[in-house]
């Protein structure tokens, strides 16, 4: 097992890491936007928290829970360990740095991109996540079938201005650090070629703005509709 260890403590087997960790995190992020857009079906919350219950009862779902909560902290930790990596290994910086022309301002910028949407992961875990588990939830019922009122969380959360505001501009910097992630995922993980590299630049590039964008929709509408 010592060569697994000393890859996991190789830079780059670090950034393997952050690559898959990455790649399982927006498909995560997939998921987790295609359900929420139950919140917008007008129907008083029921398939929102139809769809809460399974997700939060489901096995399968719950193992892959799990490995979200494991994708989630491996991506921090990895990417602390590989900035204090590149700050060891550049001291002293460059006499005339030319970053702004070697590179996007969100690749040069992803620690800060990544705390401060590390910031906003623990007010939405704080608000959502824990209530969900372990708080004090009304419950209503669908047939004969109680079901926790999550949308009624959700709805009460999202009529306070700085709330929905924070969540509106945590979207802008998800949308930043995928960018940049996205595409280097890929590269990362050795899958760039001439063929096909243009097209995942441009899905990346798509998805950066098109999941942030449904993410930071749903706050405004309810804050708007409520």
């Known amino acids: 097992m010592s060569w697994v260890t ?21 498909l995560f992020l997939t998921g987790h936007v295609s359900g929420n857009l139950l919140l917008f079906k007008g129907d008083g919350g ?16 719950k193992i892959l829970s799990y490995l979200t909560y494991i994708s989630v902290i491996g991506h921090i930790i990895y990417s602390i ?40 992961l623990v007010v939405h875990l704080q608000g959502f996540w824990a209530k969900m588990h372990w708080g004090e939830v009304p419950m209503v019922t669908y047939g004969e079938e109680e079901y926790k009122n999550l949308f009624l969380i959700v709805s009460e959360a999202f009529k306070q201005e700085w709330l929905v505001a924070l969540y509106v501009i945590s979207m802008g910097f998800l949308g930043f650090h995928l960018s940049h992630g996205f595409a280097s995922a890929f590269q990362t993980l050795g899958l760039n070629h001439k063929k096909y590299s243009p097209a995942i630049k441009a899905i990346g590039q798509v998805y950066c703005i098109v999941v942030p964008a449904a993410f930071a929709s749903m706050p ?6 409520s």
């Open 6 to 26: 000393k890859t996991l403590k190789s830079t780059l087997g670090r950034k393997l890491i952050m690559a898959l960790t990455g790649l399982f995190l927006i």
């Open 46 to 61: 029921e398939a929102f928290n139809i769809y809460a219950k399974f997700m939060t009862t489901n096995p399968a779902v």
């Open 81 to 120: 360990l590989l900035s204090q990596h590149n700050k060891a290994a550049r001291p002293v910086g460059y006499a005339e740095s030319k970053a702004s022309t070697n590179s996007a301002w969100s690749s040069r910028n992803m620690g800060v991109l990544g705390t401060i949407i590390l910031i906003f």
């Open 220 to 225: 405004l509408y309810i804050y708007f509709t």
